[in-house]
């Protein structure tokens, strides 16, 4: 990772972006509705990390960026040269009332195999690090919790420990337009998604 002192300047203004969501219709920025709950998660290439999360129940919006580093603003080009400290990001927008965090976690950890430290299949940087981002105790507390649970399913079937990046949520810096549900545009774009096949057990309990 490179250190904050030697990352790029970056800039004042935000890369311009649709208001609306491609697929879902709605909004992609904020602000969202009283209710809705936001998460912040890097899964590496935000094209496919992206796409899950459109046909969840429950989930309100999303949105590609960068999260995680410390240039303002900073331009798709400049994330993939790894000197902006960024992951690529999915900022997760949810209505509590029709779904919960335990299901969004389930998504993002059985989404992609989060045991690769700083790539993910055969994308490797800095900027595909798997990440998610909180923005309270409670988040961090159920964030913590699923970790050790898929962990240990994980671990039972010969995967190495957990990578992921665990962090407080900073600035959520949105992608170039044409990032914007990428896939939806470019249904034969590429996706290097494919997880690990190991179901999350977080919730399961529970219900």
């Excluded at 936001?38 to 990390?49: H, Y």
């Excluded at 800095?126 to 699923?146: K, L, M, N």
């Excluded at 996706?191 to 977080?202: A, E, K, L, N, R």
Aim: aromatic share 12%.
């Amino acid at each position: 990772m490179i250190a904050p002192e030697q990352a790029l300047p970056g800039r004042s203004t935000p890369v311009a972006t649709a208001e609306r969501h491609f697929v879902l219709g709605t909004p992609i920025h904020p602000p969202f509705p009283a209710v809705m709950r936001t998460l912040v998660v890097g899964m590496g290439c935000f094209w496919g990390a992206e796409k899950a999360f459109w046909p969840a129940e429950g989930v309100y919006t999303t949105a590609v960026g960068y999260a995680g580093g410390y240039t303002p603003n900073p331009t798709y080009e400049e994330v993939c040269s790894g000197s902006t400290g960024h992951t690529e990001a999915v900022l997760v927008v949810f209505d509590p009332v029709a779904t919960t965090l335990e299901d969004i976690l389930r998504l993002f950890w059985e989404g992609h195999d989060p045991t690769q430290s700083m790539r993910q299949g055969a994308d490797v940087g800095t900027q595909y690090r798997s990440a998610v981002y909180f923005d309270g105790p409670e988040q961090e507390a159920a964030i913590r919790a699923s970790r050790e649970l898929y962990g240990a399913e994980l671990a039972a079937r010969g995967y190495g420990e957990i990578t992921t990046e665990i962090a407080p949520a900073g600035q959520f810096y949105y992608a170039e337009d044409y990032h914007q549900q990428y896939l939806a545009k470019n249904p034969a774009g590429y996706c290097g998604h494919g997880g690990t096949g190991v179901s999350c057990p977080i919730g399961l309990a529970a219900k």
